[in-house]
C-alpha cells in the first residue's frame, strides 16, 4: 500500500498546479485522474481546444470576411474544418504532454483511475480495468472540478442538442444555432460558429449578457456581437427542445409572462454553466456533505475533516482556472507549513471573443451598492493609435478609483487583447497601487496598452488623447 504526503484527487488546473507545488517543496505526492490524460476540462474540453478554435476561425472570419482585402490580401479562403479540429487536437494533446512531463520533473506520482475517499487518509482508485489501488495519505486535496449544468426539460444527447464539450466538436458547420446562456462560454463558441458561416442566436433568461460584468461594458458588448450578425433573445425562459435527424425545435417563453415561441435550428448549445463535479467521491465516508448545488464549503481550503482539502471549481468561489491555480499553490504551502495566501479581491475574468472583454475587481454596481465614493476614467479605443491603425476600435477602458485615496478599485474593458493587458491592473491593485500609478508609468507607444494608461488619467480627468 502506497504511503503519500498528498494524493490530489483531479488532474486539472487546480489538481496538477497542487502537485507541481508539492513536489517542489519536497513532499510526496500523486496525482490521480480518471479522464486518461491530465489537464481536466480546461486543457481537454475547455479553455484551451476553445481557444485553439477562437484562434483559428478568427483568420478564417479575416480572410473571408473582407478583413484581409481591406489590408490588400487578396485570398479566397476554403474551410477545412477536419484540419482545424485536428490541429487543435494535436495542440490539446501537446499540452496535456507538458503536464505529464511536469509530473515527472517534480517527481509526482501519476495514478490512472477515478479516486474516492475511503475513510481519512485513505484513497481507492479504480482503473479503466475494474481493479482497485489504496493509496495512504496525510493529506487528500479535493480538485475534481466541474462538469456543464443540465437544463430542466432538455435532453443533451451531443448530436443535436449538445455542450460545451459537444460543441467543440461539431461535424460541419451549421447553418443556424442557437445558444442556451449569454455568458462567456456561450458568446466564446457561439463566435467560434459565426465566424465559420453559422447564424447565431443566443436566448438568454436574464435581461442582459454575461451575467456579473460591468452593466456598461455589458451593453457595449451586445452592440458589438449584435453588428458581427448575433441575434438575441433576452428575459426568455426555455421550456423544451426536440431533437430531430436535421435538426432541433426549441421553444421559450418571456420570463416576465407572455405567449411562448418556437424556433429550429440545425444545433442547440446548452450553456447555461457549470456545476461542482462532487459526486461519487466517498464524501459520506468522512461526513463531508456538499450544499444543494454541490458545492464543498472550505475554510482556508480545509474541508473541516483533518488532513481533507478541496481547492477549484469543486469548491466556492469563481470557477476559473487561474483561480484553482492560485487555490492549489496557496493550499500546499498551507500543508507544507507556509504562510498559503491568496487575494480572492484580484481576479481577472476574461471573455476570448473579438473584441475581448477583460474585468478585475469591483463594478460600478458593486461600489453603488456598497455605498463606496469612486471616481471613473474611461478611454475609447477609437482614440488608440495601435488600435486605429488595426482597424479595431470597438470597444473603451474603464478604471474605477476610490475618490478619496485614488486607490484602483477595478478595472472593465472591451476592446482588442485585453485580456492580456488586465493584468497591468491586476498588478497595480495588488501592490495597493492608484490611478494615478497606472497614469505616471510610461508605456510604450503604439500599443493599445495605452488605452488603460489613458483611462487611468481620466480618473483624475486629465486624459491626453482623446
Not at 102 to 115: A, E, F, I, S
Not at 296 to 302: E, S, V
Not at 365 to 390: M, T, W
Request: proline share 4%; with cysteine.
Amino acid at each position: 500500500m502506497a504511503q503519500y504526503d498528498v494524493v490530489i484527487i483531479g488532474g486539472g488546473p487546480g489538481g496538477y498546479n497542487a502537485a507541481t507545488r508539492a513536489g517542489q517543496l519536497g513532499l510526496k505526492t500523486a496525482i490521480v485522474e480518471g479522464r486518461g490524460k491530465l489537464g481536466g476540462t480546461c486543457l481537454n474540453v475547455g479553455c484551451m481546444p476553445s481557444k485553439a478554435l477562437l484562434h483559428a476561425s478568427e483568420y478564417y472570419e479575416a480572410a473571408a470576411g473582407g478583413e484581409f482585402a481591406k489590408l490588400g490580401i487578396e485570398v479566397k479562403p476554403k474551410l477545412n474544418l477536419a484540419q482545424m479540429m485536428a490541429q487543435k487536437a494535436e495542440s490539446v494533446e501537446a499540452l496535456t504532454k507538458g503536464v505529464e512531463f511536469l509530473m515527472k520533473k517534480n517527481k509526482v506520482d501519476y495514478v490512472k483511475g477515478w479516486g474516492r475517499i475511503d475513510g481519512v487518509g485513505k484513497v481507492v482508485v479504480k482503473a479503466e480495468d475494474g481493479s482497485e489501488t489504496v493509496l495512504e495519505t496525510k493529506n487528500i486535496v479535493i480538485a475534481t472540478g466541474s462538469e456543464p449544468t443540465p437544463l430542466p426539460g432538455v435532453t443533451i444527447d451531443n448530436k443535436r442538442i449538445v455542450d460545451s464539450t459537444g460543441a467543440l466538436s461539431l461535424p460541419e458547420v451549421p447553418k443556424s444555432l442557437i445558444v442556451v446562456g449569454a455568458g462567456v462560454i456561450g458568446l466564446e463558441l457561439g463566435s467560434v460558429w459565426k465566424r465559420l458561416g453559422a447564424e447565431v442566436t443566443v436566448v438568454e433568461y436574464l435581461d442582459r449578457i454575461i451575467p456579473g460584468t460591468d452593466a456598461e461594458v455589458a451593453t457595449a458588448f451586445q452592440k458589438i456581437l449584435t453588428k458581427q450578425g448575433f441575434k438575441f433573445a433576452l428575459g426568455a425562459k426555455v421550456t423544451g427542445a426536440e431533437a430531430t435527424a436535421k435538426g432541433v425545435k426549441l421553444t421559450h417563453e418571456p420570463v416576465a409572462g407572455g405567449a411562448a415561441t418556437t424556433v429550429e435550428a440545425d444545433y442547440v448549445l446548452v450553456a447555461i454553466g457549470r456545476r461542482p463535479f462532487s459526486q461519487g467521491l466517498g464524501l459520506e465516508s468522512v461526513g463531508i456533505t456538499p450544499d444543494k448545488r454541490g458545492v464543498i464549503a472550505n475554510d482556508h481550503y480545509k474541508t473541516g475533516v483533518d488532513g481533507i482539502w478541496v481547492i477549484g471549481d469543486v469548491t466556492s468561489g469563481p470557477m476559473l482556472a487561474h483561480k484553482a491555480e492560485d487555490e492549489a499553490v496557496a493550499c500546499i504551502e498551507l500543508i507544507a507549513g507556509k504562510a498559503g495566501h491568496m487575494n480572492y479581491d484580484i481576479i481577472p475574468g476574461v471573455i476570448y471573443t473579438k473584441p475581448e472583454v477583460a474585468t478585475v475587481g469591483k463594478t460600478e454596481e458593486d461600489l453603488k451598492a456598497a455605498g463606496i465614493a469612486y471616481k471613473v476614467g474611461k478611454f475609447p479605443f477609437l482614440a488608440n493609435s495601435r488600435a486605429k491603425i488595426n482597424h479595431e476600435t470597438d470597444g473603451f477602458v474603464k478604471v474605477l478609483a476610490d475618490a478619496k485615496t485614488d486607490r484602483i478599485l477595478g478595472a472593465h474593458a472591451v476592446g482588442p487583447n485585453v485580456g492580456d493587458m488586465i493584468a497591468e491592473i491586476c498588478v497595480a491593485m495588488e501592490f495597493g497601487g492608484s490611478s494615478e500609478d497606472v497614469a505616471r508609468t510610461c508605456h510604450p507607444h503604439p500599443t493599445r496598452s495605452e488605452a488603460f494608461r489613458q483611462a487611468s488619467m481620466g480618473v483624475e480627468g486629465w486624459t491626453m488623447q482623446a
